[in-house]
């Protein structure tokens, strides 16, 4: 039987490989990564890595994301399969052609899209410095905002833009029951409810604190209160419980669902097994064509660009 933990902290060291990985991993995954973060701090750590090796346990995306911006490493998934009903919901055909149909607007997307969406972007944003980065336009530009429709719906209600918004929504977070939630607050009443802006409008009204992924962890830390309910992929609370281990976390059920909580199957597919593989075979490896890469790495640099000088 391999000892996994111990193989990979070996290869690890004999590769120059580092492990990066998302919030809303599995615990254990978490647990053995060198970065863990949300989707901004995931670019910002590939960017100024000088590892050989970046396996990256998160989905699809992120690992392209990481190889645009570091063309010369090598990237692994530990599964190919990980993909984002929310990137999958815009096609960089179609995203063409509706960025054709509205002349003299400004593009920007949410990091969960395809090398070939972020090549015809002006600049990326996460759920982190959306709001900063759609101010740091001047007030009467003409936006273009995808795929995400809450992110974008609720960037537009805080910043009284009216950017046009491309249709496509996350899988996992469209289903958050305001019902549930309702109910859940009848048994804690004193809780706190923290939601992703990839929620509907209805779950967000219900918001005490609505943030990315980080940015619910800081406030769940910082809050005085001891309750919270959690409307966002269900994997973030194995850092909150670990960060603030006296506090009370309840995940947030979907609509549809028997479980008490609400997770992404495609982020779930990483295993500690995967990951010792990927590492070892050095495969599943991502692969970006490198002239799409080259225009893809603008609108990243120019996040990253953004986001340091707003000290995100
Ligand atoms: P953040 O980590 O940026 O909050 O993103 C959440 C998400 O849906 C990643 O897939
Ligand atoms: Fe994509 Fe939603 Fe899963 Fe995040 S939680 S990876 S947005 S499908």
Same mark, same amino acid.
Request: proline residues 4%.
């Given at each position: 039987?391999?000892?996994?933990?111990?193989?990979?902290?070996?290869?690890?060291?004999?590769?120059?490989?580092?492990?990066?990985?998302?919030?809303?991993?599995?615990?254990?995954?978490?647990?053995?990564?060198?970065?863990?973060?949300?989707?901004?701090?995931? $670019?910002?750590?590939?960017?100024?890595?000088?590892?050989?090796?970046?396996?990256?346990?998160?989905?699809?995306?992120?690992?392209?994301?990481?190889?645009?911006?570091?063309?010369?490493?090598?990237?692994?998934?530990?599964?190919?399969?990980?993909?984002?009903?929310?990137?999958?919901?815009?096609?960089?055909?179609?995203?063409?052609?509706?960025?054709?149909?509205?002349?003299?607007?400004?593009?920007?997307?949410?990091?969960?899209?395809?090398?070939?969406?972020?090549?015809?972007?002006?600049?990326?944003?996460?759920?982190?410095?959306?709001?900063?980065?759609?101010?740091?336009?001047?007030?009467?530009?003409?936006?273009?905002?995808?795929?995400?429709?809450?992110?974008?719906?609720?960037?537009?209600?805080?910043?009284?833009?009216?950017?046009?918004?491309?249709?496509? $929504?996350?899988?996992?977070?469209?289903?958050?029951?305001?019902?549930?939630?309702?109910?859940?607050?009848?048994?804690?009443?004193?809780?706190?409810?923290?939601?992703?802006?990839?929620?509907?409008?209805?779950?967000?009204?219900?918001?005490?604190?609505?943030?990315?992924?980080?940015?619910?962890?800081?406030?769940?830390?910082?809050?005085?209160?001891?309750?919270?309910?959690?409307?966002?992929?269900?994997?973030?609370?194995?850092?909150?419980?670990?960060?603030?281990?006296?506090?009370?976390?309840?995940?947030?059920?979907?609509?549809? !669902?028997?479980?008490?909580?609400?997770?992404?199957?495609?982020?779930?597919?990483?295993?500690?097994?995967?990951?010792?593989?990927?590492?070892?075979?050095?495969?599943?490896?991502?692969?970006?064509?490198?002239?799409?890469?080259?225009? $893809?790495?603008? !609108?990243?640099?120019?996040?990253?660009?953004?986001?340091?000088?707003?000290?995100?």
């Amino acid at each position: 039987m391999v000892d996994y933990i111990k193989e990979i902290e070996r290869l690890k060291k004999e590769k120059n490989a580092v492990i990066m990985g998302h919030y809303y991993q599995k615990g254990e995954i978490q647990d053995i990564s060198d970065y863990i973060g949300d989707s901004l701090a995931l $670019a910002q750590y590939a960017a100024k890595t000088d590892a050989d090796i970046i396996v990256l346990c998160g989905v699809h995306f992120m690992g392209e994301t990481a190889k645009v911006l570091c063309p010369d490493k090598k990237v692994l998934v530990p599964d190919m399969n990980a993909g984002c009903s929310l990137a999958d919901s815009c096609n960089a055909a179609d995203f063409k052609k509706f960025i054709d149909e509205h002349p003299g607007h400004k593009v920007i997307s949410y990091v969960n899209t395809t090398a070939a969406v972020k090549a015809l972007t002006d600049v990326v944003v996460t759920s982190s410095n959306a709001k900063q980065i759609v101010e740091s336009f001047p007030k009467d530009e003409k936006i273009i905002f995808g795929p995400d429709r809450n992110l974008g719906n609720y960037i537009n209600s805080i910043t009284g833009r009216n950017m046009v918004l491309w249709d496509g $929504a996350c899988h996992v977070h469209e289903q958050f029951s305001v019902e549930k939630i309702v109910q859940l607050k009848q048994v804690y009443p004193e809780a706190l409810v923290l939601a992703h802006p990839e929620c509907k409008k209805t779950v967000l009204t219900l918001a005490d604190k609505v943030g990315s992924t980080a940015a619910l962890l800081k406030f769940a830390i910082n809050s005085d209160k001891k309750e919270f309910i959690v409307a966002t992929e269900s994997g973030i609370l194995h850092e909150m419980q670990k960060k603030a281990p006296n506090k009370i976390f309840i995940p947030a059920p979907a609509n549809d !669902s028997t479980c008490a909580c609400n997770d992404c199957s495609y982020m779930k597919l990483n295993t500690i097994e995967k990951v010792y593989n990927a590492l070892l075979n050095e495969q599943p490896e991502i692969t970006v064509d490198r002239a799409l890469a080259d225009q $893809a790495v603008k !609108s990243i640099r120019k996040m990253l660009e953004i986001s340091a000088q707003l000290g995100l």
